[in-house]
């Protein structure tokens, strides 16, 4: 498993991508179409990942944590859109 800044969101989770969107597991996801992210011991099936401008995406983001990311400068940020699921439903998934 691979932690990640992330937070829920209608319809899905917004993550900030800290390193940049250049990192495997960020690559991987994308190429696969999709992952399983375990939130609160509850599995969500992610079927689209979008990549959003750096507004969009701190606005995802309680305070002070939205603060923060902008402080810091991170400029990278993609939506994952999904829902609660059973974790086999989607061979094709990475889990992060």
């Not at 011991?41 to 990942?49: C, E, G, L």
């Not at 991170?74 to 439903?89: F, T």
């Amino acid at each position: 498993m691979t932690p990640i800044l992330v937070v829920p969101i209608d319809g899905g989770f917004m993550i900030a991508l800290t390193y940049g969107p250049e990192f495997d597991w960020y690559r991987n996801v994308v190429a696969a179409g999709g992952c399983q992210i375990v939130w609160h011991d509850r599995t969500y099936i992610i079927d689209a990942v979008e990549p959003v401008d750096a507004a969009t995406g701190r606005a995802g983001f309680p305070q002070p944590e939205r603060t923060i990311l902008g402080l810091v400068g991170i400029h990278h940020y993609a939506r994952l859109k999904g829902q609660a699921g059973d974790a086999g439903a989607r061979e094709r998934c990475l889990t992060v």
